[in-house]
Each structure stands twice: as C-alpha cells, then as structure tokens.
C-alpha cells in the first residue's frame, strides 16, 4: 500500500525562485493537510483541504497556496522562496476531521532556500 | 492560546529501564489527545488517541495514559527499536480540523 507520496524529498531552492510540492494519497481520504516541521517547534499548519475544491488557512499560510482539484492530490506551491521557507514539509490525510481520525503521513521533503 | 508542551525533550534509556515521557497541554476544550512516533526522516505514524480524563491505551510496550491537564507515555521495559522521536498532539474544540503538536521528545534506548 503506497499511503502518501510526496515529491521531491529534497530539493534546493535560490531566493525567489517557484517550486510546487507533491502529495498523492490512495487511500480515498477526504481530509488532506500540509505541515511544516522546524527543528525546536512543533509541526504547524499551513493549509487543509476537506474535499477537492475546497481549502481553507492553518496557523503558517503566508508564502504558500493550495489546490485541492482531485480526492487524491493536494499540491502546496511555493511563490518567491525566502529562507525562512527552509523547512521540512509533511503532506498528511485522514478520512474525515472527526477526533478518532488518525493521520497518515507522507516520508516528508526537505527544502533549503538559499 | 491552546499549548502542547512535552518533556524532556531528550531521554537517554539503557534497555530494560522503564520511564515516562510527558505532554501538558492547556486547551479551551479538549476534543482528542494524540501519540505519534517519528522515525528520523520519516514522517510521523499514529500511536494511541485518548479522549477524557483516566482513559489509558496499551501497545505492546508503550502505555498512554490522560488526566485533565497532561498525557503521560510509559514505555516499559524498551527496546532499542523504540528509539524514536514521540510527538504529542490536541485537537481542541472551536478550532476546526488543527491539530496543535508539541515539539517532541527524542527516546534513545542504549543496548
């Protein structure tokens, strides 16, 4: 079972530049998330999507944007990269938003803005 | 502001030595608190979900348990395969879909 494919799992990025990160699920889940991870903090929220065509904001927007136009992908597009974007980035799905929904998690990308 | 904070943040444990890793958390409601193991560059898998207040969840030999302001993670007797980063999680009501994780503690079991 695939799970949750992100793409790349590592990637270098100079100021400034464009970059869309990969999430596929297989597993028909409707809820779909991105997180970032920082060394020291805790995983944050960027973006959410409940179901395809609808996204909404988490805790960390600015600097990003989403596309939930499949039950299956959910791309996070990263314009203008700034150094403050380094980050490890996790692409996650649950069923639905109900609290004994767990999160499944994909193995995660590694950006460095340079 | 909803809070999740864990500790230690690090823990060093000869194979065998049972101890506990703590996660506190202040939130104006609680819907569910949340184990995860991460596994160094891997992404976090699921443990235990506890809902209220005494409830306990068992898993080979991990151990979560929950009171009104903390969740507690017994590990006993570990293993080296147990090393790990274990993070904690709340989802609190009003807040929608998030989940609020804390940074984590880093379990190190020497053989």
């Known amino acids: 079972n695939a799970g949750v494919t992100q793409t790349p799992k590592f990637r270098i990025l100079k100021i400034g530049q464009s970059m869309t990160l990969q999430c596929t699920q297989d597993m028909n889940h409707n809820y779909m998330y991105w997180y970032r991870q920082d060394p020291g903090m805790g995983l944050k929220l960027i973006y959410y999507?409940?179901?395809?065509?609808?996204?909404d904001k988490g805790e960390v927007p600015n600097g990003y944007n989403v596309s939930r136009s499949t039950t299956e992908d959910f791309p996070l597009r990263l314009e203008l990269a700034a150094p403050s974007q380094t980050s490890v980035y996790f692409c996650a799905s649950s069923y639905s938003g109900h609290t004994n929904e767990k999160l499944f998690f994909g193995s995660g990308t590694q950006l460095s803005v340079l | 502001e909803d809070q999740v904070t864990q500790s230690p943040e690090a823990l060093r444990l000869q194979e065998g030595e049972s101890s506990s890793l703590n996660c506190s958390y202040t939130v104006s409601g609680l819907r569910g608190l949340f184990w995860y193991r991460q596994d160094p560059g891997k992404g976090p898998e699921f443990l235990f979900t506890?809902?209220?207040a005494g409830e306990e969840k068992e898993k080979e030999r991990l151990k979560a348990t929950l009171t009104k302001k903390e969740s507690f993670l017994h590990i006993t007797a570990p293993k080296p395969e147990d090393s790990a980063t274990y993070l904690c999680a709340v989802q609190a009501r009003g807040t929608g879909n998030q989940f609020y994780f804390g940074t984590g503690t880093s379990l190190t079991v020497i053989p």
């Open positions: 506890l809902y209220s």
């Open positions: 999507s409940v179901g395809a065509g609808i996204t």
